[in-house]
């Protein structure tokens, strides 16, 4: 172990291991607790800091963290902020900018306004406790009313991506919010940093006018041939070697430029990525490029890097408490409260307005940016600079749960996915049917079923097709995703061979964190008979009944029904194994449907014990309830069997289009989060199986009506 100490590359490979590794570990119960992965990175870089590790194990510390790799870790982390400001310019599109109105200017420039005059009022007071003499005063307050106007423009992308708010309205106005937020925060800072490194007025002036005549070289110049580089990108190949080589060069060269001007190397960077055009490609391909190796494996350093420099043991009296405790009320009244009460002022209710000061109230990694620029300025002490991590902790913490207090997630989706439909007769209201498609390969098979269900298209009936996706941790997602285009590959058989049968489905598609919950939620929201899924093979469990199947089974308010296709084309010959359990009712109930909405033949398969125990006396008066006479399509039949799973699949292999079984462990077929044991009736039956589930009753009147309730559908035809 001593020797890996001596040897600088090696114990570079070791920081790497354990800073990455620490960060995904954490960022798991992150996510789990509805966190952005930030808020793990962060606490990652805290925890293998002083705060924790050198206050635990201060020799392991040492070795791992010793004072000669510092500069190392450093430049390494100044590297990736590079790259992570270009990536943050790439995202910041100029329309965000335009074209919104009155509101988000006010709001805009209130959010910035506020906190920055309450950071400055706060350094009146923290100035003579937490500052050096050597620090200029004017220095101090123009960075502490800077430090506190920030807001996390990529974390805020993401929260309102998760959450579906990218399209309302109050996304919007978030989004172009922070985005003006975000060029005012870092020019305000480009400015300020002018002001602490230059030794007298006319050093700052020159420096200012030098900014000046960057940014116009920016986008008189550079800007326009950028946007011929994207059109060639667009009109070619795509972007090579050659090309990323060469945006890479003008990247390192704003960011020299702005550094040698005194305007920071990250104000450089963001200008880089900020004039890039949006349109055309190149701007996607760069993020697509780059962001995996900025995000994954060098910015961990700089979290890494702060962790260290963020000495909690430095917070060692009351007093530094209070201040602590103060810093966060000023951030969170200047952001939050300013921001509310000018989106109120605009027109927006209070749950709206409340929303977005929540949302611009989120700091995050940003904060941590500016904050490490003050500590390597001189400009505020270890001791403030710890107070102000914990600040950008806290407001980001709080966003997501807060959000949902004021937007709770039932809210949210009817908001999201209400579209208005036609007006249905109230007499006659309409069955509908949610199929939730995952990938494409699902679709046509439920289309067909669905049909089935439904009967023709003039029949009062809707089908929507619903399709959730999971959100990447990349930037480029955040921003650029569009629902409509994500969804396509996956609901696109499904939608073209509802098409070909003359069927309406309505697609939904959003952005979900939690598929199962967001399943159950759309269902109520849209009044669904019915919750048609698909099903897939499992990576490691021995169920398919596991996963978001299981959460959907046992949350659901309404049938659940899970299509094992093989290749489901039409619903002409279906057999319905039963026993009596209430799913075994409800797979009568939609066998019922399918007799009269798709003319089918239906073979109900009656199992009772080979020892003689009683048997169909209590099943068919059910079936003849249910099936009344009409025609000879029902066919009754009783069996005597040990296993009903072995009587179901040998009845299966005679040539059925569909096997209808609900759920159960007569059946092999337990909704287990973790099965352990293979269902043979799913892996084994040669045909297509709709696997039913009838939900729970929720009192003691709805449980003696289930026999009824299971098959509360239209009358149907014959027994014989």
């Given at each position: 172990m001593?020797a890996?100490?001596?040897?600088?590359l090696t114990l570079?490979?070791?920081?790497?291991?354990?800073?990455?590794?620490?960060?995904?570990?954490?960022?798991?119960?992150?996510r789990w607790l509805?966190?952005?992965?930030v808020i793990?990175?962060?606490?990652?870089?805290i925890?293998l800091g002083?705060?924790l590790?050198?206050?635990?194990?201060?020799?392991t510390?040492?070795w791992?963290?010793?004072?000669?790799s510092?500069?190392v870790l450093?430049?390494?982390?100044?590297v990736g902020?590079?790259?992570f400001?270009f990536?943050?310019?790439l995202?910041?599109?100029?329309?965000?900018?335009k074209?919104?109105?009155h509101a988000?200017?006010v709001?805009s420039?209130?959010s910035?306004?506020?906190?920055?005059?309450?950071?400055a009022?706060?350094?009146?007071?923290?100035y003579p406790?937490l500052s050096?003499?050597?620090v200029?005063?004017?220095s101090?307050v123009l960075?502490?009313?800077v430090?506190?106007?920030i807001t996390?423009?990529?974390?805020l992308?993401?929260?309102l991506?998760?959450r579906?708010?990218m399209?309302?309205?109050?996304g919007?106005?978030?989004?172009t919010?922070?985005?003006v937020?975000d060029?005012?925060?870092?020019?305000?800072?480009a400015?300020?940093?002018?002001?602490?490194?230059a030794?007298?007025l006319?050093?700052?002036?020159l420096?200012?006018v030098?900014a000046?005549l960057?940014?116009a070289?920016?986008?008189?110049v550079?800007?326009?041939?950028?946007?011929?580089?994207g059109?060639?990108?667009?009109?070619?190949e795509g972007?090579?070697?050659?090309?990323?080589?060469?945006?890479?060069?003008?990247?390192l060269a704003?960011?020299?430029?702005t550094?040698?001007?005194g305007i920071?190397a990250?104000?450089?960077?963001?200008?880089m990525?900020?004039?890039i055009?949006?349109?055309?490609?190149?701007?996607q391909?760069?993020?697509?490029?780059?962001?995996?190796?900025?995000?994954?494996?060098?910015?961990?350093?700089f979290?890494?890097?702060s962790?260290?420099?963020?000495q909690?043991?430095?917070?060692?009296?009351?007093?530094?408490?209070?201040?602590c405790?103060?810093i966060?009320?000023?951030?969170c009244?200047?952001?939050f409260?300013g921001?509310?009460?000018?989106a109120?002022l605009?027109?927006?209710?209070?749950r709206?307005?409340g929303?977005l000061g929540i949302l611009?109230?989120t700091r995050?990694?940003?904060e941590?940016i500016?904050?490490?620029?003050?500590l390597?300025l001189?400009?505020i002490?270890?001791?403030?600079f710890?107070?102000?991590?914990?600040m950008a902790?806290?407001?980001t913490?709080?966003?997501t749960?807060?959000l949902?207090w004021?937007?709770?997630?039932?809210?949210?989706?009817?908001?999201?996915?209400s579209?208005?439909v036609e007006?249905?007769?109230?007499e006659?209201?309409?069955y509908?049917?949610m199929m939730?498609?995952?990938?494409g390969?699902?679709?046509a098979?439920m289309?067909?079923?669905?049909r089935?269900?439904?009967?023709?298209?003039?029949e009062?009936?809707?089908?929507?097709?619903?399709h959730l996706?999971?959100?990447?941790?990349r930037?480029s997602?955040?921003?650029?995703?569009d629902?409509?285009?994500?969804?396509g590959d996956?609901l696109?058989?499904?939608?073209?061979?509802a098409?070909?049968?003359?069927?309406q489905?309505r697609?939904?598609?959003f952005?979900s964190?939690e598929?199962?919950?967001?399943?159950?939620?759309?269902?109520?929201?849209?009044?669904?008979?019915?919750i048609?899924?698909?099903?897939?093979k499992?990576l490691f469990?021995?169920?398919?009944?596991g996963?978001?199947?299981h959460?959907v089974?046992?949350?659901?308010?309404t049938g659940v029904?899970?299509?094992?296709?093989?290749?489901?084309?039409?619903?002409?010959r279906?057999?319905?194994p039963?026993?009596g359990?209430?799913?075994?009712r409800?797979?009568?109930?939609?066998?019922?449907?399918?007799?009269?909405?798709?003319?089918?033949?239906?073979?109900?398969?009656h199992?009772?014990q080979?020892?003689?125990?009683?048997?169909?006396?209590?099943?068919r008066?059910l079936?003849d309830e249910?099936f009344p006479?009409?025609s000879g399509r029902?066919?009754?039949?009783v069996?005597?069997h040990?296993?009903?799973?072995?009587?179901?699949?040998?009845?299966?292999r005679?040539?059925y289009?569909?096997?209808?079984?609900?759920?159960?462990?007569?059946?092999?077929l337990?909704?287990?989060?973790f099965?352990?044991?293979r269902?043979?009736?799913?892996?084994d039956?040669?045909?297509s199986?709709?696997?039913?589930r009838?939900p729970?009753?929720a009192?003691a009147?709805e449980?003696?009506?289930?026999?009824e309730t299971?098959?509360?559908l239209?009358?149907?035809?014959?027994?014989s």
């Open positions: 001593h890996l100490a001596h040897n600088a570079l490979i070791v920081q790497f291991l354990v800073i990455i590794g620490v960060s995904r570990l954490i960022g798991r119960g992150a509805g966190q952005p992965l793990a990175e962060v606490l990652a870089g925890l002083p705060s590790l050198g206050w635990l194990a201060p020799g510390l040492e791992l963290f010793p004072a000669h510092m500069p450093k430049m390494l982390s100044q902020l590079i790259l400001m990536l943050i310019g995202e910041l599109d100029p329309k965000l900018l074209g919104r109105g988000s200017v709001i420039h209130t910035i306004l506020v906190p920055f005059g309450l950071g009022g706060a350094a009146l007071w923290l406790k050096e003499p050597s200029p005063f004017s101090f960075f502490m009313g430090a506190m106007s996390a423009f990529p974390v992308a993401r929260i991506t998760e579906r708010l399209s309302s309205r109050v919007a106005m978030t989004i919010c922070a985005a937020d060029v005012t925060a870092w020019c305000l800072l400015f300020v940093v002018s002001i602490v490194r030794s007298d006319m050093h700052a002036g420096t200012t030098l000046m960057y940014i070289f920016m986008l008189v550079v800007r326009p041939f950028l946007a011929r580089l059109a060639r990108v667009a009109n070619k972007l090579n070697q050659n090309g990323v080589a060469l945006t890479l060069m003008m990247l704003s960011a020299w430029a550094e040698l001007i920071h990250l104000f450089g960077a963001f200008m990525g900020a004039v055009p949006k349109e055309g490609g190149l701007a391909a760069l993020a697509e490029k780059l962001e995996d190796v900025a995000v994954v494996l060098l910015l961990p350093l979290f890494a890097f962790g260290l420099r963020t909690i043991g430095l917070l060692s009296t009351g007093d530094h408490w209070v201040m405790g103060l966060i009320l000023l951030a009244l200047g952001k409260g921001s509310a009460v000018a109120r605009t027109g927006m209710r209070w709206e307005a929303a611009m109230n995050g990694l940003m941590l500016v904050l490490n620029i003050g390597d001189g400009v002490s270890p001791t403030l710890t107070m102000m991590v914990v902790l806290v407001t913490f709080m966003t749960p807060l949902r004021i937007y709770p997630p039932e809210e949210m989706i009817k908001d999201q996915v579209a208005p007006a249905e007769p109230v006659a209201p309409p509908t049917v939730c498609v995952s990938h390969q699902s679709g098979g289309v067909t079923l669905g089935a269900l439904t009967g023709a298209p003039q009062p009936s809707r089908l929507f097709a619903l996706i999971r959100p990447t941790e930037a997602f955040h921003l650029r995703h629902p409509e285009k994500a969804s996956s696109a058989p499904l939608l073209g061979r098409n070909g049968l003359g069927l489905v697609p939904l598609s952005v964190t598929p199962g919950p967001d399943i159950c939620r759309t269902a109520e929201a849209k009044q669904a008979d019915l048609l899924l698909g099903w897939h499992p469990s021995r169920t398919l009944l996963g978001t199947v959460e089974m046992q949350a659901a308010s029904a899970v299509l094992v296709d093989r290749g489901l084309e039409n619903v002409r279906v057999l319905v039963f026993i359990s209430t799913h075994d409800a797979a009568l109930g939609l066998a019922r449907r399918l007799l009269q909405h798709a003319s089918a033949e239906i073979t109900i398969l199992v009772t080979s020892d003689g125990t009683p048997g169909h006396s209590g099943a008066p079936v249910l006479e009409g029902v066919h009754f039949q069996v005597s040990e296993s009903p799973e072995d009587a179901a699949l040998e009845e299966a005679r040539g289009d569909l096997v209808v079984v609900g759920v159960g462990s007569e059946w092999g337990e909704d287990s989060l099965g352990l044991h269902q043979r009736l799913i892996g039956a040669p045909t199986l709709l696997v039913v009838h729970a009753p009192t009147a449980a003696t009506a289930e026999p299971a098959g509360a239209t009358a149907g035809n014959t027994v």
